[in-house]
């Protein structure tokens, strides 16, 4: 037998204060699954996850076209549907 002594992990930190996973700013790609002149919309992305998008600058988003949209977080206490809650800073049309 050896008298190594093994390793110890150390002992986890506290939490972050904030998540660590917070999306400040992202693209996402997908599917219009609710449309029309706004300023609530309904994507679901490539991955099969729903998103509910508000935009007062967007043009008119048809259902079941494809786009590519820049998010942010967003900042207003409302619900534009079923999905994780974005503000649109940018939209465009896949072709």
Do not use: F, N
Request: hydrophobic share 30%; net charge negative; proline share 9%.
């Amino acid at each position: 037998m050896s008298s190594t002594e093994l390793p110890v992990s150390p002992r986890p930190r506290t939490p972050p204060k904030t998540p660590s996973d917070l999306i400040t700013g992202d693209w996402l790609v997908g599917t219009v699954t609710r449309g029309g002149s706004g300023p609530c919309y309904g994507l679901i992305t490539d991955d099969g996850v729903e998103h509910a998008l508000y935009g007062t600058d967007s043009a008119e988003l048809v259902e079941h076209t494809r786009i590519r949209v820049r998010v942010a977080p967003l900042e207003l206490r409302i619900s534009c549907g079923p999905g994780q809650h974005w503000r649109i800073v940018q939209a465009e049309l896949i072709r």
